[in-house]
């Protein structure tokens, strides 16, 4: 289908800043924002939350299924920010906590949690004028998409700045443990059977390592107006 306006994915690593840059590329752009990584959160919380265990791959599916077929997990995509509903409750906060990073990643590993996922964001960016971010934007769920951009930056890099936003918001963390979660959490994306972390054929790459958050955004927002019609 021809857009009005292009669908900008950007995959990558955990910790490659995605969130971010994906948020102000959007705000700068008056497009919409999408994070992914956000909806695959939401399940670990809501399967926390029922008492389902991560390895029960049939019940976490379940759950996933009736988060979306009832109306219990809802987002809002507005220009430069997201709202994340469970059941009612904006759990924006909740989310964001490495015990629910290490579940959404195993719970996006999981055919059934994804397949009922897949159409909400598909009909998040079908329309175009949309920023998404995740594992698999690129290669997955919009491989279609007008920009592509694999953002990575070296495990090390990527631990630090997670260990700081972890350590700012009060919670207790070491920098080897971060790391090793990091590691793992690589380990996990890149190998799982299901939509693995890997960079599209088509994606650019950004190794943000030695680059501000400014210098990312600038190169992106660069590209998409260079597409956008006159």
Known sequence: ??????????????GAGKSTVARTVADRLGYALVD??????????????AGVAFENTDGV?????????????????????ERILLDGEDVGEAIRTPEMSTGASRVS??????????????????????VLEGRDIGTVVFPDAELKFYLTASAQVRAARRFEELRAKGQPVTLEATLEEVKSRD???STRAVSPLRQAEDAVLID???LTVDEVVAQIVRAVRAHEPA
Do not use: C, W
Request: proline share 5%; glycine share 10%; aromatic share 6%.
């Open 1 to 14: 289908m021809t857009r009005p306006r292009p669908v900008v994915a950007i995959d990558g690593p955990a």
């Open 61 to 81: 599916a379940r759950v996933a299924d009736d988060l979306v077929a009832r109306g219990r997990l809802r987002f809002f995509a507005e220009a430069g920010r």
């Open 208 to 210: 943000s390592s030695d």
């Open 187 to 189: 380990l996990h994306d």
């Open 109 to 130: 590993a999981i055919p059934g949690v994804r397949k009922a996922l897949f159409a909400l964001q598909r009909q998040a960016g079908e329309h175009g004028g949309v």
């Open 36 to 49: 992914t990584g956000a909806l695959y959160r939401a399940v670990a919380l809501a399967v926390k939350n």
